[in-house]
Nanobody
Framework: VQLQASGGGLVQAGYSLRLSCAASGGVFSYYGMGWFRQAPGKERECVAA????????YYTDSVKGRFTISRDDKKNTVSLQMNSLRPDDTAVYYCWRAGFWGQGTLVTVSS
């Protein structure tokens, strides 16, 4: 399984970014998917996750109401819409499926 994340970049606080993760080489539909992030000097944390049915979602408290995770099983993609970005959202964001990690995409939010 390969997970290819994209969409990171440099934005000012208050702006939005949309991360996408394309999965290939394995079954996509029957697995939960997630986005993690790791800021410098901090542990990797789960930002958002979505169940294999797409019905259940999880968000860490700091992003609730600002980030939205979604999946498209026809395209084998999972996305993270990030609105109202803050400087403390700055991190490398990783796409995850059970047992597999994407390569990470850097999100930098300037104040």
């Amino acid at each position: 399984v390969q997970l290819q994340a994209s969409g990171g970049g440099l934005v000012q606080a208050g702006y939005s970014l949309r991360l996408s993760c394309a999965a290939s080489g394995g079954v996509f539909s029957y697995y939960g998917m997630g986005w993690f992030r790791q800021a410098p000097g901090k542990e990797r944390e789960c930002v958002a996750a979505i169940s294999w049915t797409g019905v259940r979602e999880y968000y860490t408290d700091s992003v609730k109401g600002r980030f939205t995770i979604s999946r498209d099983d026809k395209k084998n993609t999972v996305s993270l819409q990030m609105n109202s970005l803050r400087p403390d959202d700055t991190a490398v964001y990783y796409c995850w499926r059970a047992g597999f990690w994407g390569q990470g995409t850097l999100v930098t939010v300037s104040s």
